[in-house]
């Protein structure tokens, strides 16, 4: 297990790729914001396997100012550099990017990337702007990076859904690969923003995996009305001290709501567990 090598600076970072990329290695390229759990291990063990012995898996940690809204987390969210190069050190990554925000986005910059249409409702809703920020950071990740192959979460359904229409869209050379939610043993999803919940904030977190549980064995048992659906989670959320901030039926790839549930329709949910704001989502039998 050797520590992977660390990298401050995107143009050298660029240069090693290129360089990798020319001498005919396969590249895989994780991006995260850091503080890594399993959900993030299984993403770049995932990327290791892909590329093989002889490949590169790249892992990027970067909390992206430009995906946080001025009322947002950015001051506050988790930390933890050493550890996440231990793990990423387990997970068999070869290099690590972990560039300043100024490094990432120097004064003047002024090109943005918007994918318009899947970004417009749930999260993109209620985060103005967050799309903006994730499509921009992962196209210049890309440009940075050269991957043949890049890994991101469902757990982060619309941004999944997000980057694979811009890399449709623009003619990115790279397959995306998307990857199930990893939770923890009693449901909650794995996210770093899990370590800002109190115990009893924790024990209300449950009923976001819960809500969808509920609405699945719902629509196992051949309820398909989306409506009653949605309202069935929201139920469940509530009752188990979440306040909701979404909760809609959609198709999995236009995340247009549906008013009946067909087969792989995706619910996606958005709810506060305190000041703590967390996603989840489960695809529909
Ligand atoms: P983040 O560090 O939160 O930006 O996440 C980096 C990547 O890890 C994204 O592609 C996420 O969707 C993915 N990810 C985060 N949590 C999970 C999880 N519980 N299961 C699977 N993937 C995850």
Known sequence: MTTPELVRDPAAWQARALSDRAAGRALALVPTMGFLHDGHLSLLREARRRVGPGGVVLASIFVNPTQFGPNEDLAAYPRDLEGDLRRCAEAG??????PEPEAMFPAGHQTWVEVREVSQG??????PGHFRGVATVVAKLFLLSQPHLAFFGEKDYQQLQVLRAMVRDLGFPVE???MPIVREPDGLARSSRNSYLSPEERTRALSLSRALFEAREAAAGGQRDA??????????LEAGGVRPDYVELVHPETLRPVARAEPGSVLLLAGFAGKTRLIDNLRLP
């Open 227 to 236: 409506a009653t659906l949605v309202a069935l989670a929201r139920a469940a």
């Open 176 to 178: 995306i690969v998307g």
């Open 122 to 127: 749930l999260c993109g809703a209620r985060r």
């Open 93 to 98: 990554v070869s290099r690590v990017l972990a």
